[in-house]
């Protein structure tokens, strides 16, 4: 069967840091690959997504960046944090291709830029 | 741009009450996806409809999904404190790679 992992579970960090988020999946391979962004406990803003590696579309102009360097593995960075980046950050994975694939979400990462 | 409107937003109700949640849109979906999440978790899914009028049932749950596919609900029978938690719609549109969400409908159940 499919896992999603996420680390870590919870980060605190100062305003200007750098932030490196993981999430890799285990039990499937050629993914979609998804990090979102949840303010408040309301929808899903979606940040970026990868149909390959090496392949990052952003959807929302930001200071952060993703990378996927493995076909499973999906990674979330920047290089200085603003305070309006915190939040709850989720990493999700699709079956390959287009339209109609099932979403499945990771446990999430509490983020919080002190 | 959120493609996708839920209403209401938040709901309170008490224990044995029924309830109804809407997902509305103007665009067309190949197919739609019912989420709940529970505070500090990652959405779970609940159910993927995928024909116009279709209806699918998860115990208490019930999902209908539009004939023009642009809309969808759900319907919760006698809710129990364990059906508490955000409820989220989002759907696939025909050549997207990405699953649009609605902003959410927060449900309180108390005993």
């Known amino acids: 069967s499919q896992t999603i992992h996420q680390w870590p579970a919870t980060l605190v960090q100062p305003v200007g840091s750098p932030l490196s988020l993981e999430c890799t999946v285990e039990?499937?391979?050629?993914?979609?690959l998804y990090w979102y962004r949840q303010a408040a406990g309301r929808g899903l803003q979606l940040l970026f997504y990868?149909?390959?590696?090496?392949?990052i579309s952003s959807e929302v102009p930001q200071n952060l960046s993703a990378s996927r360097p493995q076909d499973r593995q999906f990674i979330l960075s920047s290089k200085k944090l603003l305070l309006s980046d915190s939040g709850f950050y989720l990493c999700a994975w699709s079956g390959e291709g287009t339209g109609g694939k099932t979403q499945y979400f990771g446990p999430g990462t509490r983020l919080l830029v002190l | 741009t959120q493609l996708l409107e839920q209403s209401p937003q938040f709901l309170s109700i008490q224990e044995g009450e029924n309830l109804t949640v809407y997902c509305n849109s103007s665009s067309v979906f190949s197919s739609l996806q019912w989420y709940r999440q529970e505070p500090g978790e990652g959405p779970v899914l609940l159910v993927t409809v995928v024909t116009g009028g279709e209806v699918k049932k998860l115990k208490r749950l019930t999902f209908q999904f539009g004939d023009a596919r642009k809309d969808s609900s759900l319907h919760i029978t006698a809710a129990q404190p364990g059906d508490t938690g955000l409820y989220l719609c989002?759907?696939?549109?025909?050549?997207?790679?990405?699953?649009?969400f609605g902003k959410g409908t927060s449900l309180l159940v108390t005993p």
């Open positions: 039990g499937t391979s050629n993914p979609n």
């Open positions: 990868s149909v390959g590696i090496g392949q």
């Open positions: 989002a759907g696939w549109e025909n050549s997207g790679y990405a699953l649009n």
